[in-house]
């Protein structure tokens, strides 16, 4: 009985890595650009389908196919930023988000245009189903182990872009202090750009585990927001090790929540982070 | 080194500058006094780049700033600092001095490091180079205000009421650095309410009332000028 508890504790746990994934993107979006991104969870579907598309026409492992889609992503975060996101960023919330809503409907619909409906997933092999047996009740799979240390090796990597490079010190200049860091001679639109291609890079990776993981269709996009914005803001905002928390948290959350009825699941999920979010506003580990 | 020519800005239906002529030579100390809302901020906020101004020409060293961004305008020679200040909070004295040096200056990491440790020197603020921006007192502040922007390389220097707020002896301090810095050959535009601390250092006053010039020249000059008094002291002082 304990170790059922236990094996459920350490498959949320593992979860809770993939939720951080989803959330690690958003994490820089908010704690740097100051701003939520709406679509934030439609572009993690987009690529997913782009790793579909590149693993089932091409050919490709969905290991190569995720290569092939970061500098793709970061290309198109770049982008993103710098001929729409920057254009009403500074200019109040709403504008914010009425543009990344309609990237959301766009997206959402222009997927449903070219691949239907249909629920997908992309194949993984035998990496999806080879499981670790550690004993007492607890099986660990590869994958979801995998998922889980590569959101510990995002977080380290972030971290260390942000806090110990001059990109870094110069994406918390511009955060801090938009106009400030412009009389340095900062090109603050330049690094929001650059920091939106980093937030492509996250989304690539997270995508290429969720696309294996689990299944996804082309309205799966808010609920992968849904769970992001949770874990960015349980953590509190700006604080990477904290979306990581966050995720965790939710992932226990739900799964003991389904050990309960498997109804409970996803409201378990919600309950938590509005009971942690009533008890303390501001996240488990905020910045800002 | 610096002409405004003509230089126009409204919001809405407010004047705030209003066909202002102005030249900076090379080398001068200018102060500039004016009541609140006299434009004086708004002024450095054109020069720099925050505001576009309506009518008018920035001109420095003979070329129009016309629509440079911001940062540009940094990297060709002008350096700013604000009234309230505005550190980089979360990053170490060190780290926000270096920042500037190395993008404001355009100078390597290793030369960043040489010119940020000299430009905390010049401000005096060596003692402080390790601590969070965030934590320190005002003085401090407002020495890393200078630092960020000595440390930009600027051959213009816009200094924004720096010694507001500040004790006679603070200000004495601020005195002594600013004089180091003309005398490396910095030219100085200084807004400033603290009449004492302003002529000590500024070999030229000029007054701006109403988004224009009213009086320009010597301080004992423009001190003794009666429009000057009377926009400080009304009518009857005229």
């Known amino acids: 009985m304990l170790g059922g508890w236990l094996n459920q504790i350490v498959q ?21 650009m100051r701003f939520v991104n709406i679509a934030h969870g439609d572009l993690i579907v987009l690529v997913s389908f782009l790793i579909l598309t590149l693993t089932t026409t091409l050919g490709l492992s969905p290991l190569a196919a995720v290569l092939v889609t970061l500098p793709i992503t970061f290309f198109g975060g770049y982008l993103l930023q710098r001929l729409l996101l920057q254009r009403v960023l500074g200019k109040g919330v709403l504008p914010i988000i009425l543009v990344t809503f309609g990237l959301s409907i766009i997206v959402q619909n222009g997927l449903l245009g070219t691949y239907g409906a249909d629920t997908r997933k992309v194949a993984g092999g035998s990496f999806e189903t080879a499981t670790l047996m550690l004993g007492g009740g607890v099986n660990v799979g590869v994958l979801p182990l995998t998922i889980f240390l590569s959101a510990i090796a995002m977080v380290v990597v972030l971290d260390f872009v942000l806090y110990r490079t001059r990109l870094g010190a110069r ?8 106009a400030a860091a412009d009389l340095i001679g900062l090109p603050s639109a330049r690094i929001y750009a650059t920091a939106m291609g980093i937030v492509g890079v996250t989304i690539a990776i997270s995508a290429g585990f969720m696309s294996i993981w689990t299944n996804f269709d082309p309205t799966s996009g808010p609920s992968r927001l849904l769970v992001a914005f949770e874990a960015v803001v349980l953590g509190g905002l700006g604080s990477l090790w904290g979306t990581l928390a966050g995720g965790i948290i939710i992932g226990i959350a739900q799964v003991v929540g389904a050990q309960v009825d498997a109804a409970w699941q996803l409201l378990a999920g919600h309950l938590v982070f509005l009971a942690i979010f009533m008890l303390r506003p501001e996240g488990l580990f905020p910045k800002y | 080194m610096l002409e405004l020519i003509g230089l126009s800005l409204h919001f809405g239906a407010l004047k705030v500058l209003d066909g202002l002529d102005l030249t900076v030579e090379r080398g001068e100390v200018l102060g500039v006094l004016g009541p609140n809302g006299a434009g004086k901020t708004t ?30 305008r940094c990297r060709v020679g002008i350096g700013r600092t604000f009234q309230v200040p505005r550190p980089f909070s979360d990053m170490t004295v060190f780290d926000n001095v270096l920042t500037s040096a190395v993008h404001g200056g355009g100078l390597s990491l290793a030369e960043g490091r040489r010119q940020a440790e000299e430009a905390l020197d010049s401000a005096g603020l060596t003692h402080r180079i390790g601590q969070r921006a965030g934590n320190l007192p005002l003085l401090d502040l407002k020495r890393l205000e200078l630092a960020k922007a000595i440390a930009c390389r600027p051959r213009l220097l816009l200094l924004d009421e720096i010694a507001g707020g500040l004790t006679d002896r603070e200000c004495e301090v601020l005195l002594g650095i600013l004089r180091s810095l003309h005398g490396q050959g910095m030219t100085i535009v200084w807004i400033e309410h603290v009449m004492h601390a302003l002529r000590g250092v500024a070999s030229r ?9 009213i009086s320009t020249g010597s301080p004992d000059d423009v001190l003794a000028d009666p429009r000057v008094h009377e926009i400080y002291l009304g009518d009857a002082a005229a």
Not at chain 1, 14 to 23: D, H, I, P
Not at chain 2, 45 to 64: K, S, T, W, Y
Not at chain 2, 205 to 213: D, E, P, Q, S, W
């Open chain 1, 12 to 32: 949320g746990v593992l979860l809770g890595g993939l939720y951080a994934t989803f959330a690690m993107g958003l994490s820089l979006s908010v704690g740097i």
């Open chain 1, 171 to 178: 994406i918390r200049a511009v955060s801090d202090d938009v």
């Open chain 2, 43 to 72: 002024l450095f906020n054109v020069i720099v780049g925050v505001h576009a101004p309506n009518a008018g020409r920035v001109l420095f060293e003979g070329r129009d700033l016309g629509a440079m961004r911001m940062w540009h």
């Open chain 2, 205 to 213: 006053l000029a007054v701006l009332h109403g988004g224009r010039i």
